[in-house]
Structure formats: structure tokens, C-alpha cells
């Protein structure tokens, strides 16, 4: 029994203790449960990948991309790229589709919340390439695809989209009258 | 040596897994939420960055492309992978109208590697935003209402 319990820890050990900041330069957002992590991996559509249900070209931008660890064939899952700027890290990861990268950034975890393999992408390259891209083109990005919205002010002020929810649904979601005694003392 | 190292990097190709697992049935009733907020605590505790509170920010995180989840009444995240037929799960239409909604979720539950992915075939019931927060906690961020009187 000793044994076979020795081995079933043996068996689980890598992909409990394993420590991915080695060579790490990400820079820190000061975030609870945020570790360094250079990784290499594979970038997949999870969708695809948990189900079955696969698009060409991993969706081409319009689904959830997937990190598959090369170390231990764990699923990461990137909710982020490196901007400040309320955007995640599907179009920073979608030219690299199926193809096996190299990522640097932060991993997120949190037990109490459920957060495990959550990731913050600042950097990404092709396994056999030098050059790493920086994982911040999201706002450029939107902003060819939303040339009518050209002008001041950050892009989440200026998306049609979000302009169009809010217009109808309020900054609080319960109506746009409903919430005006709210604002109105809010910003007394 | 260049030809060496690429030589190695072919090596080495190929060999990540690749697998489909089985789903389960499941119903679950809970709030469309933004994950990062949610698990990343980069606007405040787990109580702050869900409701009405969180809206607007909700809305632009949907629309940013960061995945949403389902957040149910016992606390567990469901990370959504595709909602009534929408597989577009970056930035789509389908869960950007249902930012901080909360809805009764009928479809099929994976789990990997610790996290719970929902591909949720119907939307059984859309209660609408039913965590009324803003007066308890402003809006969060701060900045997320633009002050009316600048």
C-alpha cells in the first residue's frame, strides 16, 4: 500500500508542484494569486477541444483560445491580454493557431474562487522563432474594425455595442430612468 | 547550428494531446459574469465586480473578447463555451446582451484540469439583472459612470 501510494504521488507531482517563472519576464500587475509563467504549449480552440466542435482556423478570432501545456498537458486558459484596456487575449493568440508556442505572462490563482489556470498573455512566440510578439494589438485591432468610432477618449467609450446597451439598458443595467436618482446622488 | 536547433524543434513537434471528453447534462441557474474581474480581484472583492455594480464593465470586458462564466448560487464558475447555438464566445452578440444577467442555463458541463466549461444549449429563463448591488457598492470601477455634470 506504501508503495502504490508513493507512486500515485510520483504519478501527480508534476503537474502539482511544477514552477513555470523560471526565465519569466513578465512584468507584475500586483494582482492576489498572480505568479510569473513562461511556458511552451499549443494553441487550441477549447470549445474544440472539450467537445468536438471545431471551426476553421480555431473560429478565426470569434472563440475562446486554449494553451495547451506542453510540461503536463494541462489546459490553460487565457482570460487576458497585456493591455489595460478591458480586452482578452483570443486576438492576440489566434494567428498562432495550432501551431506550438512559446508564452510568457501571469498565472492566476485563486482556490477560494475557483481560479485555476487562468492566464494573463503578455508575449507569444513560435516554438522555433526569436522574436516574441507583444500581446497588446487588441485596441488596434478594434479599431480597424470599428472605423466609424474613430475619436477621443478609450474604445470602450466609443463601441457601438456597449454605446447601443447602454443606451437602452442604463450604466447599471436596470434602465436608463430608473437609474438617474442613483447617478444624480452618486455624483452630488 | 541554426539547422540543428530547427532539426530539435521538428523533434519535439507534434507531441501535445488532444482530447475530447465526455459532457453531463446539467441545469444551473446563476449570473453571466466577467472572469477576469471575477478571478483575477483586479477591481475589488467577488461581491464588487458582479450586478448592477458591475455593468457597464461587465458589458465592455464581453465586448473586449474576455470570456464570460456563469456564476451559480453555490459559488462555482462555469466558463461559457458557446450560448444558444453562438459559438462566438469572444466578444459575441448572444452573451454581451446577457452581461450580469441572471438566467436558468440548460446544456452540457466538461471539466479540465479544475475549471468547469458550459456549453449551454437553451436559456431556459432570462431573469434579467436581479443582483440590484450599485447602491451598496457605486459603480465599479469608479469610472465606469462618466460624471453627467463635466
Known amino acids: ?188 | 547550428m541554426r539547422i540543428i536547433a530547427m532539426s530539435l524543434c521538428l523533434l519535439v513537434s507534434g507531441t501535445f494531446g488532444a482530447q475530447a471528453s465526455e459532457g453531463e447534462r446539467v441545469q444551473i441557474k446563476g449570473e453571466i459574469i466577467d472572469t477576469w474581474c471575477y478571478y483575477s480581484g483586479v477591481m475589488g472583492g467577488p461581491d464588487a465586480v458582479t450586478g448592477s455594480a458591475h455593468h457597464t464593465c461587465a458589458l465592455w470586458c464581453s465586448a473586449g473578447g474576455i470570456p464570460v462564466g456563469l456564476l451559480a448560487e453555490d459559488g462555482t464558475v462555469y466558463m461559457v463555451l458557446k450560448i444558444k447555438g453562438d459559438a462566438n464566445s469572444a466578444g459575441g452578440d448572444t452573451q454581451l446582451n446577457l452581461a450580469s444577467h441572471e438566467i436558468t442555463a440548460d446544456g452540457i458541463l466538461y471539466k479540465r484540469d479544475g475549471l468547469n466549461y458550459l456549453v449551454v444549449e437553451k436559456v431556459v429563463t432570462d431573469h434579467g439583472i436581479t443582483n440590484l448591488n450599485h447602491e451598496d457598492y457605486g459603480p465599479i470601477p469608479g469610472f465606469a459612470i462618466p460624471d453627467p455634470t463635466k
Open chain 1, 1 to 188: 500500500m506504501k508503495r502504490l501510494i508513493m507512486i500515485l504521488a510520483a504519478l501527480a507531482s508534476p503537474a502539482m508542484a511544477q514552477d513555470f517563472s523560471d526565465g519569466s519576464e513578465a512584468k507584475t500587475w500586483n494582482l492576489y494569486g498572480e505568479s510569473p509563467a513562461r511556458f511552451e504549449a499549443k494553441v487550441v480552440d477549447i470549445l474544440c477541444e472539450m467537445t468536438g466542435d471545431c471551426a476553421a482556423e480555431c473560429g478565426g478570432g470569434t472563440r475562446q483560445l486554449g494553451l495547451l501545456r506542453r510540461a503536463d498537458d494541462v489546459l490553460v486558459f487565457p482570460n487576458k491580454n497585456a493591455q489595460a484596456a478591458f480586452s482578452g487575449a483570443v486576438v492576440e493568440l489566434a494567428p498562432f493557431c495550432g501551431k506550438e508556442v512559446e508564452v510568457d505572462g501571469l498565472l492566476i490563482t485563486d482556490p477560494d474562487l475557483g481560479a485555476k489556470h487562468i492566464y494573463l498573455v503578455q508575449k507569444i512566440r513560435n516554438l522555433c522563432d526569436a522574436e516574441w510578439t507583444a500581446a497588446n494589438r487588441w485596441t488596434k485591432e478594434w479599431a480597424k474594425a470599428n472605423p466609424e468610432a474613430k475619436g477621443k477618449g478609450p474604445w470602450f467609450r466609443r463601441d457601438p455595442r456597449i454605446k447601443a446597451q447602454i443606451a437602452a439598458h442604463g450604466y447599471t443595467g436596470i434602465g436608463p430612468e430608473a437609474e438617474k436618482p442613483f447617478i444624480k446622488e452618486w455624483f452630488e
